[in-house]
């Protein structure tokens, strides 16, 4: 929390400032706005959960904060003063609880939101940067954007050069899955429903950022109807028939099995029923960040298995240590994979 002398203090400290925007380059952002970078740029405030985790890979010492303070079991697969860094809100998104007087209080050096670029975006962007004098950089957060969005934060904040290295991960990593799939014809790749919530009730409809991995390389038996997250009906489900549930939800992953009304579905009945990894981020989305890169990995291994050979644990701690650089232990490994909390 932060007491009301040190609000008028920040406040004022940030009205008599000059300009965010003195001595500074001006860099494209995704929805091709000029930011005014400042020369020295060493704290950067994450607008949401997208932004903290892409900033986190790329340059954890520039982080101020976290939307929400990060839980003790997240902490231990990332590096442990960064992690436990407060809480400062968000600016986008669901809940959105920073006020613009909180974040001048913080005095970032540059905003930084990962997400749509639509024009309610860029409205928003433009709207907190006139009122607060803060560079507000809006960055593509599309899965397939993830190497180019990598380049623009480097040379946003002057680390080009580690960028590069991630971009190129994200690159190689999505041609040599995509090229492994492309000779499955779309009519014949797997049938996959995305359950969230404790009774799987919850999905993905077609186009949803929270089912992007899963289209790239399999079905999404909610994607005739495009939309974002939505209630279906169990009998809805039986109709979809799919032949592999994913799920995030671990109560959901553990009831399913011998709950009658899921027992006719072909994933329940094949034992096709996969509790998504989420440690320290979820691997299908929760939230959609480049924390989805293992989870295409991992997808892929799951749903193709004979075209995918690769040691997924080989994999998990390779993309930690480059990533969240920190490298696990096999008991973390083994801990990870299991999707538990």
């Known amino acids: 929390m932060i007491d009301r002398r040190t609000l008028v203090a920040g406040l004022s400290a940030a009205l008599i400032a000059p300009p965010a925007g003195s001595a500074a380059t001006a860099v494209a952002d995704a929805a091709g706005r000029a930011v005014p970078v400042p020369a020295k740029l060493s704290r950067v405030f994450p607008a949401g959960p997208p932004a903290a985790i892409l900033l986190y890979t790329l340059a954890p010492d520039m982080l101020i904060g976290w939307p929400r303070a990060n839980r003790p079991e997240e902490c231990a697969y990332m590096l442990p003063e960064i992690c436990t860094r407060p809480e400062v809100g968000r600016i986008t998104g669901r809940g959105n609880t920073a006020n613009l007087e909180t974040v001048l209080v913080l005095k970032p050096d540059l905003i930084l939101d990962v997400g749509s670029t639509s024009a309610t975006f860029v409205s928003l962007a433009d709207r907190v940067q006139e009122q607060t004098q803060i560079p507000y950089a809006l960055l593509d957060g599309r899965f397939g954007a993830i190497a180019t969005t990598y380049r623009t934060l480097g040379e946003l904040i002057g680390r080009a050069g580690d960028a590069e ?177």
């Open 165 to 341: 290295q991630h971009a190129r991960y994200a690159e190689d990593a999505l041609k040599t899955i995509l090229s492994r799939i492309a000779p499955i014809v779309a009519s014949e790749r797997t049938r996959v429903y995305y359950a969230r919530g404790p009774k799987g009730l919850a999905t993905g409809l077609g186009g949803s950022i929270n089912v992007e991995t899963i289209e790239l390389i399999a079905r999404n038996v909610a994607g005739e109807t495009q939309g974002g997250l939505a209630n279906v009906s169990i009998e809805q489900i039986l109709v979809w028939n799919p032949e592999v549930i994913v799920t995030i939800d671990q109560e959901f992953a553990a009831t399913v099995r011998n709950d009658p009304s899921w027992a006719s579905i072909r994933a329940v009945r094949d034992n096709r029923v996969h509790l998504s990894p989420k440690m320290p981020f979820g691997w299908v989305d929760f939230p959609p960040s480049v924390n989805r890169l293992m989870g295409l990995w991992w997808l892929a291994k799951i749903l193709y298995p004979e075209r995918f050979p690769e040691d997924l644990r080989v994999l998990t701690q390779d993309f930690h240590s480059r990533f969240y650089h920190v490298t696990p232990t096999t008991a973390q490994i083994d801990h990870v994979l299991s999707g538990r909390d």
